[in-house]
């Protein structure tokens, strides 16, 4: 009988059908540069927002890592995965039961004597399955690439995590700075109000020119209400982020000018693969894929089992008083004779999900390219606009500078004035805009780039 089986899972195997299929791999060919210039370097710190110098943003990066519930959620899938594995693993070893019982009956026949009936037993069976396929190993490489699928996860969500707190933290410091020059803008407003209501009294000037510059104050008024509403606002999505109540969270700020701006360089595409974990996270998808498609495969072919029995009964109550021991072996295997194709579908359906998930990955790796070269421009961009725009503002405050004193002797008249002044306000106000997308390039840049992650410090075994 063995040898037969033996004769039949021999021809199965020679008959054409592939034990081992080639895995799908990906044929996405990289680029050999970004399109902008860098000096070919990557050195990203794993702290990078420490680049900023900047001890609140460092403090609010760590209340978030300890107190995000996506984090914390994120943390729990770990877990969760961590167990499934240590499940796939244990499918190595063979599996044991234990049985024992005991028994007494006593029967009594109208003019017969009683007869009672007694035994005791206890058996151990230990059963193994022969992995002759792979299907055993596949299913648990499939459980290990999910596992760093789900740490990865993890690892993307962190990272994006202080990319948005970086982000909530710079636009709150952009909405002070704005809102302080919304105020002294107001301020300059409220002085030339005066000037132009004296010199209505004084009859040099018309209503009109009272009209004009009554609505440019209420236009000033109406603008510092509004940012104050957007920096409470900012200031309530950055509780929210890091864990804390809204309604008790208070923060002592740094000033937008005050922060550093860094300076990143991006290496070549190629590099870009073993530094972002979303990257990592897809590549695993990959992996799990072949390894269920290597699992679907062995299902076709005939499974093996070695399993053993042993015990003692006897037939007294609760005792093994003479007892007779029984051992046996055998030798299990099973076989599909027969399935209409079942089998075999199951099979291209994984083959078709790997495919999917290849291509998934090709995605992936299609926005980290995109997503790194716009960032690299971006940077580029903010950094050659930032001189531009500080010229402007030092042009509009001088021409406000002389434009004021033209207006108090006389020699302008109110709308030169006003002009003046809401091409400086507007400069001001722009530059700290301008500085605050800066600043969200960089962080945006260090997110693209991989944050200085590794896959070698951030698994977690």
């Not at 690892?155 to 202080?162: F, G, H, P, R």
């Not at 969270?249 to 190629?270: N, R």
Request: proline share 3%.
């Amino acid at each position: 009988m063995i040898r037969s089986l033996f004769l039949i899972t021999t021809a199965i195997v020679f008959y054409g059908c592939s034990i081992h299929p080639k895995p799908l791999e990906s044929n996405l060919k990289l680029p050999k540069e970004f399109s902008t210039a860098t000096d070919n370097v990557t050195n990203i710190p794993a702290l990078w927002w420490e680049n900023f110098n900047s001890t609140v943003l460092n403090s609010l990066i760590k209340k978030a890592h300890d107190n995000s519930p996506d984090i914390l959620i994120a943390y729990e899938n770990i877990e969760q995965a961590r167990l499934q594995l240590g499940i796939s693993e244990v499918s190595y070893l063979p599996t044991a039961s234990l049985s024992a019982g005991t028994s007494g009956s006593r029967s009594d026949a109208s003019g017969r004597d009683a007869s009672t009936s007694k035994s005791t037993s206890a058996s151990i069976r230990i059963s193994y399955e022969i992995d002759l396929w792979g299907k055993i190993r596949a299913n648990k490489e499939a459980a290990l690439a999910k596992f760093d699928a789900t740490v990865y996860d993890k690892d993307a969500l962190t990272l994006s995590m202080y990319a948005t707190v970086a982000e909530s933290y710079f636009s709150l410091l952009s909405y002070k700075e704005r809102l302080a020059i919304a105020k002294n803008n107001l301020n300059i407003s409220e002085q030339l109000m005066k000037i132009v209501e004296a010199k209505y009294k004084s009859g040099s000037v018309s209503l009109l020119d009272v009209s004009r510059q009554k609505s440019s104050l209420l236009s000033q008024q109406a603008n510092v209400k509004s940012l104050e509403l957007q920096e409470a606002q900012a200031k309530n999505a950055l509780a929210t982020l890091t864990g804390n109540l809204p309604q008790e969270f208070e923060i002592d700020t740094d000033s937008l000018w005050d922060l550093s701006i860094p300076k990143v360089e991006a290496g070549l595409p190629s590099e870009l693969l073993l530094n972002r974990p979303d990257i990592a996270k897809a590549k695993a998808n990959v992996a799990a894929a072949n390894a269920a498609v290597r699992s679907a495969n062995a299902d076709r072919f005939p499974s093996f089992s070695l399993s053993g029995n042993g015990g003692i009964s006897s037939s007294a109550l609760a005792s093994f008083k003479d007892p007779t021991s029984v051992l046996s072996l055998a030798l299990n295997a099973a076989y599909t004779l027969f399935d209409s194709g079942r089998l075999n579908d199951l099979k291209d359906i994984e083959i078709s999900r790997t495919k999917s998930v290849i291509q998934n990955y090709n995605k992936v790796i299609l926005t980290a390219l995109q997503e790194s070269d716009d960032a690299l421009l971006s940077v580029a961009h903010q950094s050659s606009l930032a001189n531009l725009q500080n010229e402007i503002v030092e042009e509009s405050s001088r021409s406000l500078d002389i434009a004021s004193l033209q207006y108090k002797y006389g020699s302008s008249d109110l709308t030169t004035l006003l002009d003046a002044q809401n091409k400086y306000f507007s400069s001001k106000d722009a530059q700290a805009s301008q500085r605050l997308n800066h600043l969200k390039s960089l962080v945006s840049l260090y997110k693209v780039l991989g944050g200085g992650w590794s896959s070698d410090i951030n698994r977690a075994l």
